[in-house]
Every structure is written in C-alpha cells, then in structure tokens.
C-alpha cells in the first residue's frame, strides 16, 4: 500500500490535528478545565478516524471499515453520556462502548490464531478481568451483570488485539487498564487515585491511537501482496 503525495499529507494534517486536540485535552483534565476537556473530547475520536482514514487506501479492507465502526461507537461512547444523568450516564457509556468493544472483536477475530487466545499468555488476561470484577463487585448493585459482560468482552478486545502485534497488543491493553479504571472509580470506594480523569483519558487515547496504529500497519503488510500479484499480472 503506497500513499500518493495528497494521502500522505492528508495523513500528516489528521495525526497533527488530532496529537493538538489530545494535548489540550489531556492538559484539561490535569488543570481541571472541565468544559474545555469535554469539548475536545468529542473531537478525539472523529480525528483518529480520519487519521486511518487518510493512512489506507480505497477500498477499504474488512479490518478498516470495522475498526471506524468501533470509533464511531467509541465517540459515541465519548459523546453520548453527556446528555444522561447518574446511573443512566454510565449505562449509556457502558452500552456505547461495548459496541465499540464487538467490533473490535469482530474486526481482530480473523487474527486469532496469531493472538494469545489460545497461549499462557491469556492467563494474564483472565485474571486481570477477574481480579476486576472482584474489585469492583461490592459496590456495582444492579450494575453489575452489564460490567461483568462489558469486562468480558474488553478482555476479549485486548486479547485478541495481541493477534495484529505488538504495538496493537499493548493498544488493547492500555485500553483495558483505562476501562478499568473507570470502573474502579465508579464501584470502588477506595480508589482515589489524583487526577484520576488524566490518567483515564492518557491511557485511553494512547490505547485507541496504538490499536489505530497496529491496525494500519496491518491492513500495510495484507495490501502488499495484492499488490506485487497485480503488479506480476
């Protein structure tokens, strides 16, 4: 897959405006500036979109399209809660999100036999999942069953993410440490970390950009031999 000149500045713009927005964000959530990081918040994920976008060539693969359907329902993750109070907030968030988290799965399944799915390694997986739902069980009520099939599913996520490689690896669980600490914050009582939206938003923005990156560098190796055989033919 080559980018012409005009992809490749269209890809430069889209990772420039959105590394900006996420800077600004992440300095909103450590000085408190409350509206302005709910604001650039919504812009977050539209940006890394268009960054994919911009960095794969038309058509696009199966693994492209399913992966901007899993930041469309990201941003409406991101987006949605603002306009929910209290428990309807977070049920909101949670069934955005797990949106997000299915297509994820569904786009990484074809890269399973790559992953740890079926290695040692998933039991690390296993029992962060468990440990978390441990953690947060006392406090969730009838929240529960929703956060124990939205962990469930995020530990799927990350653990199939592994199957695309190492940097999309550590994408998928950097965004399961940021869910789980959502979820922590949320049911249980003694996690009050500082600046706990700072920490939340770092590791989601990093998790989402590192699985966008992995995800390009894949459908990049899966392109080239289309094209070296269409070249040969």
Known sequence: MILDVPSRRAATVAAVVFVAVAAVHLVAQLVGADGVADVSQWFLMPLLGATLVAVTTSPRSRLVRIVLVALAFSWLGDTAP???DGDAAFLVMIGFFLLAQLAYIAAFLPYRHRSLLRRPGVAG??????LLVAACAP???????PALVYGLCLGAMA???TGLGAVAG???ALFLLSDAM?????FADWFTPPTEGFWVMLTYIAGQSLLVYGVAAADRAAATPRAVSSVAR
Do not use: P
């Open 170 to 172: 550590v994408g998928g």
């Open 182 to 186: 959502i979820a922590l914050g949320a």
């Open 159 to 161: 653990v199939l993410s």
């Open 82 to 84: 603002d306009a929910f």
């Open 125 to 130: 997986y296993v029992l962060a999942v468990a």
């Open 139 to 145: 406090g969730a009520g009838a929240l529960l069953v």
